[in-house]
C-alpha cells in the first residue's frame, strides 16, 4: 500500500508540474503587459484557447503539418493581441488603470463571443505530439506529451531571457518597465513596446494554449479558469517578476493536483482562488516580488 501512495504521490507531481508550466506561461504574459502598462490584461486565457482553437483547426481541418501549424498559430495569435492592442489600448488618450482593466474585460468577452461564434460550443482535442504510449517513472505513467509541456516551456523561458537581455527590442522593453518617461526622453519608442508586449504575451498564450489541448480538451469557454489561475500565479511570484510566475505556477499546480487526488476534484478549481486570496492578505507583492513590482528583471 505504500509503494502505491508513493506511486500515487508522484504521479500527482508530475501532472502538477505539467499544468504548473502552463500557469506560469500565462502567469508570463501577464506580467510582460504588466511591466510595460501597468494594467492586469484579463484577457490573456482567450489567447490560451484561441491558441488551442486554432491549431486544431490548422491541423485537423486544413491538414497542415504539426510544425508549421505551431508556428503560424503563434504568428496568428500574436497578431490579434497586437490588433487588440491597436484597437482597444491605443487610441485612449492618458486613461486610468481601471479603465485599462475594464477594456481588457470587455476584450476577453469578445473575444470569447466569436470563439463561440467559430467554433461552436463543442470541445476541441489534439494529437499527441509523439504518441501516447506512457512511460513509466517510479510506478507513476508518464505520458510523452507531459515532457513536450515542460520542455517547450523551459526553452520558451530561455529565448526569453535571451530577448530581454541581448536584443535591442527586449532591452527597450526593459528600459520601459523601469521608467517610460526617462525611454521616452532616450528616444524609445514606448507605443511600439506596448504593441509588442500585447504581441509577445498572446503568442507565448497561444503556445501555452496548444501544449497543453493534447491531455486537455479546449474549448471557447476555457480561457476564463486558464486567466484566474494564470493570475493567481503571477500574484503568488510576484507581479512583474516572471520568474517567480514560474515558480509559483509549479506550486500552484502541484497544490491543485495533491488537492483534487488527495482530497477531492470538487476543490480542484477553488485552490488557486484560495492561494490568490492567502497570498493577498498575507504578501500582496508575492513570495518573490517587492514593493516595486514593476521592473523587468524575471528573465
Known amino acids: 500500500m505504500e509503494i502505491g501512495l508513493g506511486s500515487q504521490i508522484v504521479q500527482y507531481l508530475v501532472t ?53 501549424a505551431f508556428v503560424l498559430t503563434a504568428l496568428i495569435v500574436a497578431a490579434i493581441g497586437g490588433l487588440f492592442e491597436r484597437l482597444a489600448i491605443h487610441p485612449l488618450k492618458e486613461p486610468n488603470v481601471l479603465t485599462l482593466i475594464i477594456i481588457t474585460i470587455g476584450g476577453s468577452i469578445v473575444l470569447k ?10 470541445a476541441y482535442t489534439l494529437p499527441h505530439f509523439s504518441g501516447e504510449k506512457p512511460i513509466s517513472f517510479f510506478g507513476a505513467a508518464i505520458l510523452p506529451q507531459t515532457l513536450w509541456i515542460m520542455g517547450i516551456m523551459a526553452v520558451t523561458v530561455m529565448l526569453l531571457h535571451l530577448f530581454f537581455h541581448f536584443t535591442l527590442a527586449g532591452k527597450a522593453m526593459r528600459a520601459c518597465s523601469a521608467n517610460r518617461v526617462a525611454a521616452m526622453l532616450m528616444g524609445i519608442e514606448v507605443q511600439g513596446m506596448v504593441l509588442l508586449s500585447f504581441m509577445l ?13 493534447p491531455i486537455a480538451l479546449v474549448d471557447y469557454n476555457r480561457g476564463f479558469m486558464l486567466a484566474l489561475k494564470g493570475f493567481s500565479a503571477a500574484v503568488l511570484g510576484g507581479l512583474g517578476n516572471s520568474s517567480g510566475a514560474v515558480a509559483a505556477g509549479f506550486i500552484l499546480g502541484i497544490l491543485e493536483s495533491l488537492g483534487a487526488g488527495l482530497v477531492s476534484s470538487a476543490y480542484k478549481d477553488a485552490i488557486a482562488l484560495l492561494v490568490l486570496l492567502v497570498i493577498l492578505f498575507v504578501r500582496p507583492s508575492g513570495i518573490l516580488g517587492d514593493r516595486e513590482a514593476g521592473k523587468l528583471k524575471a528573465f
Open 113 to 122: 463571443g466569436i470563439a463561440m461564434f467559430i467554433w461552436g460550443k463543442e
Open 16 to 68: 502538477g508540474l505539467s499544468i504548473g508550466c502552463i500557469y506560469g506561461m500565462v502567469a508570463i504574459g501577464y506580467n510582460i503587459i504588466y511591466n510595460a502598462t501597468g494594467i492586469i490584461n484579463f484577457a490573456q486565457g482567450e489567447f490560451v484557447m484561441l491558441g488551442g482553437l486554432i491549431m486544431v483547426s490548422l491541423t485537423t481541418t486544413l491538414g497542415l503539418p504539426m510544425l508549421p
Open 201 to 213: 504575451s498572446a503568442g507565448i498564450g497561444a503556445i501555452a494554449g496548444i501544449i497543453i489541448t
